[in-house]
């Protein structure tokens, strides 16, 4: 079945680091890959999206692109703020119908000034 | 435009309690989820809708009931609630048209203790 593999937490960074967060999957169709952001005591926010293979999502500096020859969907921002401390979620959907959307497990990133 | 809305934001029950958890959406999206999310153990689906009158099982379903009579509202039902569906809850929604397209929806969530 489809899943998603992400890597595992927390990550902890200083306030201008460079972020990766590393997001693989597999699936037997063509999904479209998304990143949702989760702020403490909130729910999932849509971060960025991608439906094709090369496909770049961008949202608030952080972005992400589609690459179908490695089932990648790496999460990157080049200088995180306090404010990126949150969870990040990966997940796609690959089919029209019924339940088809997956998410990987999270990724906790703390930002320290 | 308020999106997706869950009534309540907090509860505390015990023991057998009954409770019903209300999901609210204004998007007239088709597709309606209910997940738990526990420390550590990321999202789980509990029930999903794929329309007004429709419901079917998702990873977890056991100890919950849903129903969906208005293509707007899904409702979370715990008959008797057990200190192991302590959890925060969340509900989706989406739109069907090209779903593979498009992204879940969330409300805030609803935190829900059993003692």
């Known amino acids: 079945g489809d899943s998603v593999t992400q890597m595992e937490g927390p990550v902890t960074l200083s306030e201008e680091a460079f972020l990766t967060i590393n997001c693989t999957y597999t699936?037997?169709?063509?999904?479209?890959l998304f990143w949702y952001v989760q702020y403490p005591g909130e729910g999932l926010q849509l971060l960025l999206k991608a439906t094709k293979a090369d496909d770049k999502g961008s949202n608030k500096g952080f972005e992400a692109t589609y690459r179908k020859e490695t089932t990648s969907f790496h999460l990157e921002k080049g200088s995180v703020q306090v404010s990126d401390s949150a969870v990040y979620f990966c997940?796609?959907?690959?089919?029209?119908?019924?339940?088809?959307?997956?998410f990987g497990p999270g990724t906790r990133l703390s930002v320290l000034p | 435009n308020a999106g997706v809305t869950q009534t309540p934001k907090f509860r505390v029950l015990k023991t057998g309690q009954s409770m019903t958890l209300l999901c609210a959406q204004d998007?007239?999206?088709?597709?309606m989820y209910w997940y738990r999310q526990d420390p550590g153990m990321g999202l789980r689906l509990i029930h999903y809708?794929?329309?007004?009158?429709?419901?079917a099982k998702g990873e977890v379903p056991d100890g919950y009931n849903v129903s969906r009579l208005k293509k707007q509202n899904f409702l979370l039902g715990l008959e008797s609630a057990a200190p192991s569906q302590t959890s925060v809850y969340f509900c989706a929604s989406r739109l069907e048209r090209a779903q593979r397209y498009n992204e879940q929806f969330f409300g805030p969530g609803t935190r829900l203790t059993v003692l």
């Open positions: 998007m007239n999206h088709e597709y």
């Open positions: 997940a796609l959907s690959d089919r029209d119908y019924g339940q088809n959307f997956v």
């Open positions: 809708s794929v329309g007004e009158g429709t419901t």
């Open positions: 699936a037997t169709g063509y999904p479209s």
